[in-house]
C-alpha cells in the first residue's frame, strides 16, 4: 500500500522556474542551484543559495523552504534592482498583467505585484528603505487554481 501511495505522490508539480519542480528533495535543488547553506534547524528547513544564474541573470541570493516530507515548499530571489525591469518584462510577457498595490509609509515604501498562474504564486516585491532599494520574486505553489472561482 506505501508504494502505491508513493507512486500517486511522487510526481512534483513543475515549478516557474525552469529546472525546478515542487516537492523536489534537497539533493536535486542543490544539483540545480551549486552549493547551498542550511538556515534553520526544523521540519521545514530554510536554505541559501549564492551567486547563482537565473537564465543569464545574476542572482545574489536564493532563499528556499524544503520540507523533509514534502520537498521543495517556496523558493525567494533576490535580484539588482537594475535587473527589476527586465525581469517584470519577462513575467508579463509569459503570464499576463499581474495584480499591483503599493504600500507607503514615513521611512518606507513597497511596489507589490502579484501572478497566480494555475500552479504557481509569483510575488515580485520591490522594497525601498532607510535608502536602501531590493528587488525579490517569490514562488510557492498555488493554493487556489484561478479557474475555480
Not at 542551484?33 to 530554510?46: F, H, I, K, N, Y
Not at 543569464?56 to 524544503?66: D, G, K, M, N, Q
Not at 539588482?80 to 510577457?93: F, K, N, S
Request: aromatic share 6%; with cysteine.
Amino acid at each position: 500500500m506505501a508504494v502505491v501511495v508513493v507512486f500517486l505522490h511522487g510526481t512534483p508539480a513543475s515549478a516557474c522556474v525552469e529546472g525546478l519542480a515542487w516537492g523536489m528533495p534537497l539533493d536535486q535543488v542543490h544539483a540545480h542551484l551549486g552549493p547551498v547553506q542550511s538556515t534553520g534547524d526544523r521540519a521545514q528547513e530554510r536554505f541559501e543559495a549564492h551567486d547563482v544564474l537565473l537564465d543569464r541573470l545574476p542572482v545574489s541570493r536564493v532563499t528556499f523552504e524544503l520540507s523533509q516530507t514534502q520537498g521543495l515548499q517556496s523558493l525567494a530571489y533576490e535580484f539588482a534592482i537594475d535587473d527589476m525591469t527586465e525581469v517584470l518584462a519577462g513575467l508579463r510577457a509569459r503570464h499576463g498583467s499581474p495584480l499591483s498595490t503599493s504600500i507607503e509609509e514615513a521611512d518606507s515604501s513597497d511596489q507589490i505585484w502579484v501572478w497566480n498562474t494555475g500552479e504557481d504564486l509569483i510575488t515580485a516585491v520591490k522594497r525601498r528603505a532607510n535608502d536602501e532599494q531590493k528587488f525579490l520574486l517569490s514562488y510557492r505553489p498555488s493554493r487556489l487554481h484561478p479557474q475555480t472561482l
